[in-house]
């Protein structure tokens, strides 16, 4: 079945870095174009960035933009989010998911979402 | 940035009542407009994609509609299991942007 699956969050101090990464299975990776969510505790959804269906295009929300990389592995099915200089701020639940689209923007919705990796930045 | 405001923030309602949540893009965004739910430790699930199109396995009762700026999400007859979240989103345009959400509590 279709499956998205987060690693990699945990705890980090301000300043540092940590990866976290999405494999998928199920369905053909490379028809779809991959995004990182955002939640933090209690409030809304923040998009925060997509890696468009081939990996040549990359966009960013302002709040990550400099700091934040996105990635994908169309070889291994998965992708990533390089986090660096990370703040308190970026403390969220992270949510991969895919979107049945060859570029980053389209009318469809995020129909599959993994189940969260939790970062923590805290001194 | 393409301001999304979605009204209200919460509401309490009963089985059986319409509820509809309504949707404000700060620009035309054609019917790049997408609908979530979400419940307490989940992740969020599509409804409505492209503004109107029920999203496969959504029960009927849940309905989306407009373009351009205005948008509203309808459910028919509340169930108990339709107390969650709700968000709308745009996909028009990068940085893509969620509204704030619509919280479904039972009256």
């Known amino acids: 079945q279709v499956q998205l699956v987060e690693s990699g969050g945990g705890v980090v101090q301000p300043g540092r870095s940590l990866r976290v990464s999405c494999a998928t299975s199920?369905?053909?990776?490379?028809?779809?174009?991959m995004h990182w969510v955002r939640q933090t505790p209690g409030k809304g959804l923040e998009w925060v960035a997509v890696v468009s269906s081939d990996g040549t295009d990359e966009y960013y929300a302002d709040s990550v933009r400099g700091r934040f990389t996105i990635s994908r592995d169309n070889s291994k099915n998965m992708v990533f989010l390089q986090m660096n200089s990370l703040r308190a701020e970026d403390t969220a639940v992270y949510y991969c998911?895919?979107?049945?689209?060859?570029?980053?923007?389209?009318?469809?919705?995020?129909?599959?979402w993994g189940q969260g990796t939790t970062v923590t930045v805290s001194s | 940035d393409i301001q999304v405001t979605q009204s209200p923030s919460s509401l309490s309602a009963s089985i059986g009542d319409r509820v509809t949540i309504t949707c404000r893009a700060g620009q035309s965004i054609s019917n790049y407009l997408n609908w979530y739910q979400q419940k307490p430790g989940k992740a969020p699930k599509l409804l409505i994609y492209a503004a109107s199109n029920l999203q496969s396995g959504v029960p009927s009762r849940f309905g989306g509609s407009g373009s351009g700026t205005d948008f509203t999400l309808t459910i028919s007859s509340l169930q108990p299991e339709d107390f969650a979240t709700y968000y709308c989103q745009q996909s028009y345009i990068t940085p893509l942007t969620f509204g704030g959400g619509t919280k479904v509590e039972i009256k």
């Open positions: 199920g369905f053909f990776f490379k028809s779809y174009s």
């Open positions: 998911a895919r979107v049945y689209c060859s570029t980053p923007s389209c009318s469809q919705g995020m129909d599959v």
